[in-house]
């Protein structure tokens, strides 16, 4: 029943380490983003893709990649991870990029030590 | 590119009491404007929308208003209840699908 899901839900890790996240969404929409929201409750956006295309590319460090294997999954790849990474990364979906209403998963908690 | 600016950052109001945040946007070329609610450890979930075409919208206890003219858009919450209590963000949005996100106002409303 979930519309956008996320894994995992809690990601703790070491400086330097690199780390996964994945999101799927049932919804059959056409365009997924990753947001990330820091400590501070800003929300940002990193990434958008539009039926597997990268159509936003916010200025993000080269060391964020994201992936879209297809148009119901985008994951985000992080390598070598910095303290300023912790924040919850949320992963939302729209039906296109007009009027978007999006729709976000419950989000990821990463803590870098 | 787009700067959007949300006031106040903090609200609090006594139940039944209504509820008023404001946004403003820089970029003309503008044309969505949805309002989020973002409940403890949740995602931001839509609550209203508003498209360029109109200047007011109502569901039941919000609404919302939008003066395109002086690129300010307003969320208005009446008859509020323990539950209306999260962080509300504004988005702008624009054709190539791109939302930029006000930074948020707390609201807590006493019971």
């Known amino acids: 029943d979930t519309a956008v899901s996320q894994t995992p839900k809690y990601l703790v890790t070491q400086m330097g380490n690199d780390k996964s996240i994945k999101c799927e969404q049932n919804?059959?929409?056409?365009?997924m983003y990753w947001y990330k929201q820091d400590s501070k409750k800003f929300l940002k956006i990193m990434f958008s893709y539009n039926n597997k295309e990268l159509i936003i590319n916010e200025t993000v460090p080269n060391r964020f990649s994201p992936k879209s294997p297809d148009k119901a999954h985008l994951n985000l790849h992080i390598n070598s991870l910095e303290l300023g990474d912790s924040a919850v990364y949320f992963c939302a979906s729209s039906r296109g990029t007009l009027y978007n209403e999006q729709f976000f998963g419950p989000g990821t908690r990463l803590t870098v030590l | 590119g787009e700067n959007v600016e949300q006031h106040p950052s903090t609200l609090s109001v006594q139940e039944g009491d209504s509820a008023v945040i404001k946004c403003t946007y820089s970029d003309s070329a503008s044309n969505y404007f949805p309002w989020y609610k973002q409940e403890l450890g949740k995602g931001p979930q839509l609550i209203i929308d508003i498209r360029s075409n109109v200047g007011e919208k109502k569901d039941q206890r919000i609404a919302v208003t939008l003066n395109k003219t002086a690129k300010h858009f307003s969320l208005h919450i009446t008859e509020t209840q323990p539950e209306d209590s999260a962080v509300y963000f504004c988005a702008v949005g624009t054709n190539a699908g791109k939302s930029t996100f006000g930074d948020g106002t707390t609201l807590t409303v006493k019971p």
């Open positions: 919804l059959g929409h056409d365009t």
